[in-house]
């Protein structure tokens, strides 16, 4: 078997075809890189909020979700900076007019229409998307649709040190749609003007704070080598130089995947400081402290951000999972490798034919097993035709129902990797099942004042 380089044009055409992601409005003739997610792409997603649910905030004593608004009042994002410093450099090619971000041109080419040409002088694009509260449209109603889910936790940190009864070190964790108005979105749904976040503000002792960094930095590279099982050959951790920090950041990390086009930030670990703590209890005039009960002393925690798009993962792991394969009979098959606990069919299940006794069987098992699994009945087309699309979306396990089953009461299930077969009786299916996906984990992750696992 050869694997073949996935490329760029592999992915969309996958995604597309197999119904992971469409244009959005496309009968509309869409709008620029904004895309519906289908049934597969719909399932891969709710997998993956779910795994980093569990991971950051189920398994641990003392991380706390939250869901805050998207709009909330102006001035949280006059407070945070976003109005006077969330920009990108933008200029304007003279030739085709095309706009584009300064840092993204190279050798002073136009991306657009591929040749040297002259330049506007850059200047600062806000990346705040601006609407209107009320039905007023003038400066009075001014608001803005959040650019990232990080605010709304600062925002309701005296909140929660009043209601969840926990001492700092603790963290408040959110998933939820954010929007930015980029310049130059693309590149599929790597990078697009609306997404969904995953972020989590871990609020600790200035003096903990370099230590927190660290664990953090490490646990969430470990969360996608083993949760997620993306090769670790695919996945770095560079930390920013000076330059690039935020103006939030005293130091940043990101973890980068190795997308078909280089290198790209999948996830950003960052020492926010106490900048916003403090910023908002400059523009809001409301103290915003913990207490030392070792000397009765007040001080404003740091935080640890770990905040990452989901729509980001789900393209790393189809890069990551994705597969052509040329196979010893002269034909050749597309696969997604995923992972059981990501894969949006966990379990096809095939009738060798569409005759009435198999069919019954076939449902049955179906009823049984979708109470546990994410599991497909599909009875069109050849059994071969049937196990080549199920390696494409990804499902791992294949049940075929044949008429022998009506003898041994036992079917075949074909693995997706492997393509070897085994034959289980019927009455086993959900036992064998459960301890081939076996996730269930009870372990507790205590961070006060140390990481200790239990």
Not at 15 to 32: H, L
Not at 82 to 106: K, M, Q, W, Y
Not at 327 to 356: C, F, H
Not at 417 to 435: A, C, G, P
Request: aromatic share 12%; net charge negative.
């Amino acid at each position: 078997m050869n694997d073949k380089q996935v490329t760029f044009d592999d992915l969309v055409s996958l995604s597309k075809r197999r119904g992971i992601a469409f244009p959005s409005s496309d009968i509309y003739g869409g709008i620029q890189s904004t895309w519906d997610y289908g049934y597969l792409g719909t399932e891969m997603k709710r997998n993956i909020r779910e795994l980093w649910w569990k991971n950051v905030v189920q398994k641990r004593d003392n991380v706390f979700g939250i869901e805050a608004a998207i709009i909330t009042n102006p001035s949280v994002w006059e407070a945070s900076g976003h109005v006077s410093n969330f920009t990108d450099p933008l200029v304007d090619c003279l030739e085709c007019n095309g706009r584009f971000r300064a840092d993204h041109i190279v050798d002073d080419v136009c991306p657009e229409c591929r040749v040297k040409t002259k330049f506007t002088d850059e200047r600062n694009f806000n990346l705040l998307f601006k609407t209107y509260v009320g039905p007023v449209e003038d400066d009075a109603n001014i608001a803005y649709l959040r650019p990232e889910t990080a605010q709304g936790m600062f925002v309701n940190f005296t909140n929660y040190q009043n209601t969840i009864r926990r001492k700092i070190p603790f963290g408040i964790a959110q998933i939820g749609k954010s929007f930015r108005n980029e310049i130059t979105p693309g590149q599929f749904i790597f990078r697009t003007r609306e997404f969904e976040q995953m972020e989590m503000e871990f609020f600790c002792a200035p003096e903990e704070s370099k230590k927190f960094h660290e664990y953090w930095k490490k646990e969430r590279m470990d969360w996608y080598i083993n949760e997620l099982q993306i090769p670790e050959s695919k996945l770095r951790l560079r930390d920013h130089e000076k330059d690039e920090l935020a103006h939030y950041s005293d130091a940043t990390a990101d973890i980068e995947f190795n997308f078909p086009w280089g290198w790209g930030e999948l996830e950003g670990i960052a020492h926010r400081g106490d900048f916003d703590l403090s910023a908002h209890a400059t523009g809001s005039g409301k103290k915003i402290t913990a207490l030392n009960i070792e000397n009765n002393e007040h001080f404003i925690p740091h935080v640890i951000e770990p905040a990452v798009g989901v729509d980001r993962i789900l393209f790393a792991i189809l890069c990551a999972s994705y597969n052509e394969e040329q196979l010893e009979d002269g034909e050749s098959r597309i696969l997604l490798r995923l992972p059981e606990s990501i894969a949006p069919i966990q379990i096809a299940v095939l009738p060798l034919s569409k005759k009435d006794e198999l069919t019954p069987i076939a449902r049955n098992i179906v009823e049984d097993l979708r109470e546990n699994f994410r599991v497909e009945y599909d009875e069109t087309q050849s059994i071969g035709k049937r196990y080549r699309r199920q390696d494409e979306i990804g499902t791992p396990y294949c049940v075929t129902c044949d008429f022998d089953s009506l003898d041994d009461q036992a079917v075949t299930v074909r693995f997706r990797d492997s393509m070897e077969q085994e034959r289980i009786k019927i009455s086993e299916l959900k036992n064998y099942f459960n301890l081939k996906m076996n996730t269930n984990d009870k372990k507790v992750i205590l961070l006060h004042p140390y990481i200790i696992m239990v």
